[in-house]
Each structure stands twice: as structure tokens, then as C-alpha cells.
């Protein structure tokens, strides 16, 4: 079997994007092609994998059953670089879980039973910047890390909170997610399987809801994230940082994504997860990707910058903050490409803004 895991245009991509000290990590080494191929094999990449990101098996039999997955994900990121060559895929820290457990522990967002009443207004799209990235301007946490919990959607509707804070008050706030897993069950519909729940799963417009009912997120600080769920409810009123004015969903049109995040600051979006797994860098542009959401994440930017070999036209990408903490990905990011709604990364977006208040 050959377990080289990217092809050539992979090394190039990643070359053109890494750092040297980048190029040094055991977990790169297998994309490059070389003298060193007699010594890249599995049993290599599986224990370069447990020494980097700390990973430990209960027995043997645990240890081989995690060796057998492990093997299967290289060949699936193999796949998944052939579908998408203009983004690097490999090995990740969930290069141990199968795609069922991937999605069970580290996704979470829910399908909504009807379409939200809050339809953003139609905004002008004329003179729009060509590259706008709202990590420049102050309005971006750094990168967070839900855990194996499938809470993304609480990160996702906190970390959009965090900058309509930020663009209301000019201060930015870590904002708690564990307060939306904990005190979150807001339903999108009557139907109980609608409603937010915790590491179970949830949906951005409906903590939007719940948020300005209870009045507003307490920080980060004041509510610590646990990863989990079973702590019950401890939202204390009096110690609210942030509060949202009010929240609308905008339209599967990219000319309206782009101004309302230049307008109103990082968006809440929901995104097919199905090549994530696998990401390590540049701009994911799958040939297939369906358009199932399944994962919540923030929409910080956008950009057309040189991000692939020449035998590749550019083109226009989103930059979306991801709540895997910052070894996954670009240093915790995800670039996918503009223009056709993949992976349905144009089908669920939705803005908020906070109240404006003089204490900051």
C-alpha cells in the first residue's frame, strides 16, 4: 500500500503557505514525497499522531481498533485531497474517530422546522472592499475549543455576539458559551426535537431568541466552558456583559453575506463539515460537497489573494473562525471558496446586533 498521503500539488500548497518551522512537524513530513519514503508508513504516522496531540488508549485492543480507523482516515483524506486539490488534507486530531463519531461528537447543529421570521433588509452592495477581514479591525476572540461536545452552535452565536459587542460598545468581550449550553433550550418550533440542547445540539437563531429573552450573555470569565452539559443552569442576570438588540437571517445571496459582514460584523452560518475532518490548510473548493448543514461556525471575512498553484485560476474565498481550537486548521480557521454555495456555506446566515450601552 502506498501511504503517501497528498500528491505533489499538495507539497506545493503547502510549501507555499508554511513555515519552515511548519515543514519540521512530523505530521507535515508525510505530504512530502522523497528519499524518505521507505520510513513514511502507517505505524509512523499513527505514533507521531498520539505523541502530537496526546492521545492515550484504555488497552492493545483499543490501541488497534484507533490503528485501524487511523488507516481508513488516511485513506479518506487521500479522497478528499483528490476532491479538493486546492486545499491540503491529512492528518488532524481527529484522525482517530470515524466519520459517525466525528459527527456525533464534534458537530451539533440542528435543522430548523421553518424559515425564521427575521429576514434581514436588502442592503446596497456597491463598493464593497475587495478583501475584508474583521480579525484587522479588533471585532475576533481568539479561536476557542468546544471539546468533544456538540455545542458549536453556542460558539458560534457567542463568537457573533462578540463583535456586534464589540462594533456597539468598541471593546472586545469573551463572551460564555457555557451559559447557552447550560440555560439554552429554546425551540425552534413546538417540536421537541427543535430545541437547543446542549452538547445534543442547537441552532444560532434560537440562542439568539433565548438571548434576548434572558437578556444577554455573561462573560466568558464569569461562566467558564466545561465541554459539558450536566451542570445545570447557573446564569446569574446581574453579571450580563453583552445584549442583543435584535437578530435577522439573510439571504442565500453572497453580494448580501458579504455586506451585511462588512455592516454588521462576523456572521453566524451553518456549513457542511464533511471534508473539515481532514483539512489542514488553504482553500477547500471540493468538486462534490453536499449541502446537508451540520456544523455552526463565524464568518469573519473574505478574500481573492494567490492561495493555489498556477495550474489553478484564483478565486474568491470565505474565512470562517472554527471552535476546534487553534492546532486544527489555519491555526483554527477554514478558507472555502465564494461563488456556489459549497458545502451550503451560503444557506444559513444570520447577523445580530447588540445594545449599545455607555459601560463598556
Not at 45 to 61: L, M, P
Not at 148 to 159: D, K, L, N, Q, Y
Not at 256 to 268: E, S, T, W
Not at 336 to 349: E, K, P, Q, Y
Request: charged share 20%.
Amino acid at each position: 500500500m502506498d501511504f503517501r498521503l497528498l500528491p505533489l500539488l499538495s507539497v506545493l500548497l503547502l510549501v507555499s503557505s508554511a513555515s519552515a518551522s511548519d515543514l519540521e512537524d512530523p505530521l507535515i513530513e508525510q505530504v512530502v514525497p522523497g528519499v524518505h519514503e521507505d520510513l513514511l508508513n502507517a505505524e509512523a504516522h499513527f505514533s507521531s499522531f498520539i505523541n502530537t496531540f496526546g492521545k492515550s488508549y484504555a488497552d492493545e485492543q483499543e490501541h488497534a481498533y484507533r490503528f485501524s480507523v487511523f488507516k481508513a482516515n488516511l485513506r479518506r483524506a487521500k479522497r478528499h485531497q483528490s476532491l479538493d486539490p486546492t486545499a491540503v488534507h491529512g492528518v488532524t486530531q481527529f484522525s482517530d474517530l470515524t466519520p459517525s463519531e466525528f459527527r456525533r461528537q464534534y458537530l451539533g447543529l440542528r435543522r430548523p422546522v421553518h424559515s425564521s421570521p427575521h429576514e434581514a433588509p436588502v442592503l446596497p452592495t456597491n463598493d464593497l472592499p475587495t478583501d475584508f477581514d474583521w480579525r484587522d479591525h479588533g471585532a475576533v476572540t481568539s479561536v476557542k475549543n468546544q471539546g468533544s461536545c456538540g455545542s458549536c452552535w453556542s460558539f458560534s452565536a457567542a463568537a457573533a455576539l462578540e463583535g456586534a459587542n464589540f462594533l456597539a460598545t468598541g471593546k472586545l468581550k469573551s463572551l460564555s458559551e457555557q451559559q447557552l449550553v447550560d440555560c439554552d433550550h429554546e425551540c425552534d418550533s413546538e417540536e421537541p426535537d427543535s430545541c437547543d440542547s446542549g452538547c445534543n445540539g442547537g441552532l444560532m437563531t434560537t440562542a439568539f431568541e433565548y438571548l434576548l429573552k434572558a437578556g444577554g450573555l455573561e462573560l466568558e470569565a464569569d461562566y467558564p466552558y466545561t465541554g459539558s452539559d450536566r451542570g445545570g443552569c447557573k446564569f446569574d442576570k446581574s453579571k450580563i456583559a453583552a445584549s442583543v438588540l435584535n437578530f435577522s437571517v439573510v439571504a442565500i445571496d453572497e453580494d448580501q453575506i458579504a455586506a451585511n459582514l462588512v455592516k454588521h460584523g462576523p456572521l453566524a452560518i451553518g456549513i457542511n463539515a464533511v471534508f473539515m475532518q481532514t483539512y489542514i490548510g488553504g482553500v477547500s473548493c471540493p468538486y462534490i460537497c453536499g449541502r446537508h448543514l451540520d456544523h455552526g461556525v463565524l464568518l469573519v471575512g473574505y478574500g481573492s489573494a494567490g492561495y493555489s498553484p498556477i495550474r489553478f485560476k484564483e478565486k474568491p474565498y470565505w474565512i470562517i473562525k472554527n471552535s476546534w481550537g487553534e492546532t486544527w486548521g489555519e491555526n483554527g480557521y477554514y478558507k472555502i471558496c465564494r461563488g456556489r454555495n459549497i458545502c451550503g456555506v451560503d444557506s444559513m446566515v444570520s447577523t445580530v446586533s447588540a445594545i449599545h450601552t455607555k459601560e463598556a
